[in-house]
């Protein structure tokens, strides 16, 4: 883990190695978490669900858990491992698997939505050239980056891309460390222009299948500031792995991870009539954009919108009988929401969920409901926002719908 110049060796509750601290895992999750936000009001130390879903008010409280019942008609794509190589490769987070005391994705199951290219050279000192239309040219190495980086709290990505085809697994959380890339920019040059393109290594011995070359995205310096923008340097307490951006990766809380550049080398102030990059072309859609915008000062925020969805269907048997709990999260979003309502079939009333509170948006809340169907057959879980202030595009579409098939009542 990389810490801070500003950590004290003396910290309680930490180990000194090499003269750094090395806090211990009780220590470390609690600054992690306060870091965040995540321990608040109404919630459960460890959790993020509401409290009165642990205890007395727990209709499933004494009762045996049967099974988890499988989402249907989605991929059987491996979940956890990694599949293929460059732009190709991808690994999918198995979003069921989340517990009670989990709120961060650890970093062997965080997603992949592209791997290190096998050109990419390994150990070599690391420069990010900062230039363009700046008064004078500067590099910045790993070495600055370090003795700036400090905790960022926790952050969800999300791949613009995510999807029921790959069951959803490319969303992950992490808490990161990292430098603010606004606040470096500021001390380190004088720009004469506020639009700023962020780009990564990109070059592969093979030409892919899925996807183009060239990661790139153009931000307003404004952009960067709002979102608190960071260049990452370390995750969930380890330094960043070569597949998920090291030696830095870009993070832009709140937005697809398509913006979130991998292996950061080059910051370049540009004209404010620039090109959209060609990252910027092909994920144009996938971030709601207006058509393919050439201009990149056409592009709006790639912003992820409010959304939520089921993650796991467990059967359980309580005083003779079955019932079934479904447990989601949400995500995404500018301000929290005071009501998730569901329904589990098109000709049924949209219902509150029994167990929600949000009170911030990133990186992820979660959600409990009580179900008892009245029929066996096929199900179809939506879930929907009714704030008319908050923007949820791809919820409204059903594109968060997951399908069951229940077999018993």
Known sequence: MIWGADESPHHPGGNVIGGLVKPDRREFLRVSLLGSGALLAGFDKLSGFPQNQSEG?????????????????????????????GLDARLYSDLSTLTLNQLVTPIEKFYIRTRASELLEAGRPWRIKLAGRVQEPANLTLDDLQRSAKPMGMHLMECSGNARSTRFG??????????????????????????????????????????????????????????????????????????????????????????????????????????????????????????????????????IDQAAMPTRVEKWLVNGRIKYRVTGILWGGSRPIKVLEIRFNPEEDYV????????????????????????????????????????TRRLDSGYYVRSVEVTEV
């Open 352 to 391: 509150r969920v029994d167990k929600f509170s949000q009170t911030t948006n990133d990186p992820w809340s979660f959600w409990s409901h009580e179900w008892t169907p009245k029929t066996t057959g096929a199900y179809m879980i939506r879930l929907r926002v009714t704030d008319p202030e908050v923007q």
């Open 170 to 303: 490319l969303l992950s959380v992490a808490d990161w460390i990292g430098v603010p890339i606004a606040d470096l920019l500021a001390a380190r040059i004088t720009p004469r222009t506020d639009r700023v393109m962020v780009s990564g290594f990109d070059q592969y011995p093979m030409k892919s299948a899925t996807s183009l070359p060239g990661a790139a995205w153009i931000f307003t310096l404004e952009d960067l500031k709002a979102t608190k923008a960071f260049l990452a340097t370390g995750m969930n307490g380890r330094p960043l792995t070569r597949d998920h951006g090291a030696p830095v990766r870009l993070v832009v809380p709140g937005w697809y991870a398509c913006t979130c550049i991998k292996w950061v080398n080059a910051i370049t102030f540009i004209d404010e009539d620039a090109e959209a990059t060609s990252q910027m072309q092909e994920f144009a859609a996938r971030t709601h954009q207006q058509g393919v915008p050439k201009l990149a000062k056409d592009y709006r925020p790639a912003a």
């Open 57 to 85: 008010n727990d209709p499933f409280r004494g009762g045996k858990r049967l099974e988890l019942v499988e989402f249907a008609g989605e991929s059987r794509a491996p979940l956890d491992t990694v599949i293929g190589v």
